[in-house]
């Protein structure tokens, strides 16, 4: 069993986060152009009882996050949420969910700064790959500027997001109940088209795991909470609240969506958000829509790109990862571990150009249940933890998983059961199958390492 890592504040890394910033870097990590964009596949395949997969899947990441909740009360120095998996089933755990944490976010980088380039093609005429390199440059600069740049940048594209999603809900609702003229829809739309679940209820259920993607991203309150001043206790109820906001926000969303424009309506790949405020005659609905969309990209970009630098550090000082990334620029960052991760970006950037279809592909589908195996790796870690500190009946576990215990073994199996259905489901099984060979690389890189140079928990 490995030791509880080293207390962060003594890690270098400035604190200049605060409570805000921390809130609104969760909340970016978590709504993305998935939900703006990415929804619209979901509602085509499942129809209006999409709101029952979001739901169901939002019940899990509640869980889910309530189990690290306990873990970062019990242990607030440990620094990332991957090496809660470190803590509890020791150091091939730490070193696998920290590397393909890793990857996970790398890939996306990749994702949002090619989304991001597509969106700012249609306003600016230049070649797609030199505005995804440039935005990927940008956003480097305020990542190598400081946490607190970082921070605010994120503060501010989080905020935008937030309350469009708020004012889309406030107009949506209006329109609904025939509080604005033309309005007055009501619950009809949710059963006059084939009936709620026209592709019947194993469809609901198989939709979880399309949608329970856009929901990861909570976790990321544990990694900032490293260069914050806020108590244990703080982001412990951090992370958990947010994910009943963003839950509600999601699913209200998607009520309001199908309530206002029939569900077979709706194309994949075209902002359901937009279709239903041209709906209601809002005008300039699709520029709009755009523009916040790009807020969207732009901020998971900034988180990634955060989020690989601490991910990276923090493997570095388990010398799980080269001991030079380790170092703090003058500004007290991880400069060499936020260009590492930078490369890595411009390399999948540079592999979706040249090769679309085979090795982009591949990195996008290796990535897809990458977050369902940390996530069940961290939930294990979870009962290791609570039986550990039960035997001890230390003070440290001053929170618990509600009054069931097995509900901890419940969110493993729901878990479970996801990547179970994902081979059933062909649009996902080959992202499953590429999920289980990268986590292999990884096994296998571990077992070299270990044999080749003794790696040892530190």
Not at 128 to 133: D, E, H, K, N, S
Request: charged fraction near 10%.
């Amino acid at each position: 069993m490995s030791s509880v890592p080293l207390d962060t504040a003594s890690s270098g890394l400035q604190r200049g986060l605060r409570s805000r910033h921390v809130t609104m870097i969760s909340l970016g990590g978590i709504i993305g152009a998935g939900l703006f964009v990415g929804s619209s596949a979901a509602i085509a395949a499942v129809g209006p009882a999409v709101i029952v997969s979001y739901l169901l899947a939002g019940l899990v990441m509640l869980f889910v996050m309530r189990m690290l909740a306990e873990m970062v009360t019990a242990y607030p120095d440990v620094g990332s949420f991957t090496e809660y998996a470190r803590l509890g089933l020791g150091h091939w755990a730490g070193f696998l969910s920290g590397w393909l944490y890793w990857y996970f976010w790398v890939v996306v980088i990749a994702i949002e700064a090619i989304a991001g380039a597509k969106l700012l093609h249609g306003w600016i005429d230049l070649p797609q790959w030199q505005m995804g390199l440039g935005l990927l440059i940008a956003l480097t600069v305020v990542n190598l500027a400081s946490s607190r740049a970082f921070g605010e940048f994120e503060f501010w594209f989080a905020s935008i997001k937030v309350a469009a999603i708020v004012a889309f809900i406030l107009i949506a609702a209006a329109y609904v109940f025939g509080l604005v003229p033309g309005g007055g829809t009501g619950f009809g739309n949710l059963v006059a088209h084939r009936g709620f679940a026209p592709f019947g209820w194993v469809t609901v259920l198989s939709g979880v795991t399309t949608v329970f993607f856009a929901l990861c991203g909570a976790e990321i309150a544990t990694i900032a909470a490293a260069e914050s001043n806020a108590s244990a206790g703080v982001i412990s109820q951090l992370t958990f609240t947010l994910v009943v906001r963003v839950v509600l926000f999601y699913v209200l969303s998607m009520l309001l969506i199908v309530m206002i424009v029939p569900w077979d309506q709706i194309v994949p790949g075209v902002s359901p958000f937009v279709v239903a405020l041209e709906r209601i005659r809002v005008p300039g609905a699709a520029p709009l829509m755009s523009f916040i969309v790009l807020t969207a990209v732009l901020s998971c970009l900034n988180s990634g790109l955060y989020i690989t630098s601490r991910v990276l550090f923090t493997l570095s000082r388990h010398r799980d990862a080269p001991r030079s990334m380790v170092a703090l620029s003058s500004r007290r960052v991880p400069a060499r571990a936020i260009l590492i991760g930078t490369s890595f970006g411009y390399l999948a950037v540079i592999a979706s150009i040249v090769s679309p279809e085979l090795v982009f592909a591949f990195l996008v589908n290796a990535s897809g249940a990458i977050m369902l195996i940390i996530y069940m790796l961290v939930a294990l870690a979870q009962i290791r933890v609570r039986r550990r500190l039960e035997a001890e009946q230390s003070e440290r576990l001053t929170l618990r998983m509600w009054l069931f215990p097995w509900l901890s073994w419940l969110t493993i199996a729901s878990i479970g059961a996801v990547l179970v259905a994902m081979a059933f489901v062909p649009d996902l099984a080959s992202q499953l199958y590429a999920s289980l060979a990268c986590t292999a690389i990884v096994v296998v890189a571990y077992w070299f390492l270990r044999r080749r140079y003794g790696i040892a928990p530190a």
